[in-house]
């Protein structure tokens, strides 16, 4: 027997299109800030909502960022080589010939936890959320074309059988003794002979989705029923406030403290 | 099931509506079917733009900045091959947007932001294919809408990235030209490439770009 699922978290149950909203107003905050502390402190309550109200382990929401370490040094470089700053301010330190200034590393540091705070942002959101809810709430509060959404939402049904469509493709290829390149050869020559057979699967299936939608007259009337439906209660609207509350609160008192700055003013 | 409302009065939501109805993007033309290969082909490029994310992420990344904008222009590919395939209004839009939620969702980099990024680009492209009145897709259209989006996705992330604030104007419009030819040719080319080889496997027939193409026997 399957163990009971857990009871979804606080998270979850909240509005799909109100969660969207709250995220991409942090990430927008976030844009106007220019210095490392406050995304660095977003973050950090990031993790902490993501662990306490969506019940993601610190582990799952640090793991999938690692990729990070190597944007911050590809950030860091750019802004040691070409921040404009470098040629009017003072040397922290040398490194050969090398002239490192406090405005590259604020402005390396700032946009790598901004960056930082993006990701686990999303990170949180994709993982509350179930997808059908969202598009559901797309149609519902957002307005989106119900046609649109429940056409999109068969394609994106069709996200695992590209997998299996490219594991049959794949041995079909090696039945016939189809050799494949070495290094880059190989990733050019694998793209060319997968991707349209991959591509015109997904047109055949997709075109058979469509007439099964079709023989149920989707789409054929103005309205339509669901039988779920994403509704926007207080308690999402309490969620919104108190997301848009912490965060310029944090914003302010950072600001007093001397520490945050805004990229534009 | 009682609950409040979706936000913001009625009226507003409704002169939206209205509005989007004068664009002509109510998908009212659209057949089921072209709506669900959209859909598909929207998922599978999304699949794409993932796939570059992880190069980029791994291999890309340790180019430094103006000059990887020569890079970014895979990334257009949803606002232009969904409308050189399909043909309809709004189908930029979806495509690069649907693209785009899809490479998110895979997990990539840059989380939301890929979500701001294909809506600023599948307008891009929309507006092109808009300004054509959505009667060409193909030659100046498809590379105008391939330029615009490259031209309006380095527009975004000069803001969202605060270039302003650490690079000169020079270098940002160094980018800003390798990411218009890079939208050129890794976009608009690669596109144009791609929906004639998925044409001629012949799967397109009764789509707007098989049209006249199809070889009786």
């Known amino acids: 027997m399957t163990p009971p699922a857990p009871a979804p978290s606080y998270l979850y149950r909240r509005n799909p299109s109100i969660k969207l909203l709250a995220v991409v107003l942090v990430a927008l905050t976030l844009t106007f800030i220019f210095d490392p502390a406050t995304p660095a402190v977003l973050f950090c309550l990031t993790l902490l909502v993501g662990r306490l109200l969506a019940g993601l382990s610190l582990w799952s929401q640090v793991k999938p960022l690692w990729v990070f370490v190597l944007a911050g040094v590809a950030i860091l470089l750019a802004n040691i080589f070409f921040n404009k700053e470098n040629a009017v301010s003072p040397a922290l330190v040398y490194i050969g010939s ?19 705070a993006f990701a686990l942002l999303s990170l949180v959101f994709v993982k509350s959320t179930e997808p059908q809810h969202l598009v559901l709430s797309l149609v519902h509060q957002l307005r989106l074309n119900y046609r649109v959404a429940y056409s999109t939402l068969a394609g994106y049904r069709m996200l695992p059988l590209f997998q299996s469509d490219y594991q049959t493709i794949r041995a079909a290829h090696r039945v016939r003794g189809v050799k494949e390149g070495n290094g880059w050869l190989r990733l050019w020559s694998r793209t060319r002979r997968y991707a349209i057979p991959l591509l015109a699967g997904a047109v055949r299936k997709a075109g058979r989705i469509a007439v099964a939608m079709d023989a149920r007259a989707f789409g054929a009337l103005p309205s339509r029923t669901y039988r779920e439906r994403m509704v926007v209660q207080p308690a999402d609207w309490v969620f919104l406030a108190l997301v848009l509350l912490v965060v310029a609160a944090i914003t302010a008192a950072l600001w007093l403290a001397g520490v945050a700055r805004f990229a534009v003013g | ?45 999304g699949v794409i733009f993932w796939g570059w994310g992880l190069l980029w992420s791994s291999v890309l990344q340790t180019i430094p900045f103006p000059f990887h904008y020569a890079f970014v222009g895979i990334w257009m590919v949803g606002g232009l091959l969904v409308p050189y395939i399909v043909r309809r209004p709004g189908a930029a839009l979806m495509g690069e947007t649907v693209a785009a939620f899809v490479s998110m969702a895979l ?18 492209a929309e507006v092109v294919f808009a300004a054509f009145r959505w009667k060409r897709f193909t030659g100046v259209a498809l590379y105008g809408a391939a330029a615009l989006a490259g031209g309006f996705s380095i527009l975004l992330d000069t803001f969202v990235y605060s270039y302003y604030a650490m690079y000169s104007w020079g270098s940002i419009g160094i980018a800003a030209i390798l990411c218009i030819v890079g939208s050129l040719i890794l976009g608009g080319a ?3 490439l791609l929906g004639g080889a998925l044409a001629r496997t012949g799967v397109l027939s009764g789509l707007a770009i098989s049209k006249g193409k199809v070889k009786k026997i």
């Open chain 2, 107 to 124: 997990g990539n980099q840059w989380g939301v932001l890929t979500m701001a990024s294909g809506i600023i680009q599948g307008m891009g």
């Open chain 2, 190 to 192: 690669v596109s144009q």
């Open chain 1, 98 to 116: 090398l002239k490192i200034t406090a405005p590259a590393l604020w402005a390396a540091g700032t946009l790598w936890l901004r960056l930082m």
């Open chain 2, 1 to 45: 099931m009682s609950g409040g409302g979706s936000g913001g009065p009625a009226s507003s939501r409704d002169s939206a509506v209205r509005a989007g109805r004068r664009l002509g993007l109510t998908f009212k033309d659209w057949s089921t079917r072209e709506l669900v290969i959209a859909a598909a082909l929207s998922v599978a490029v």
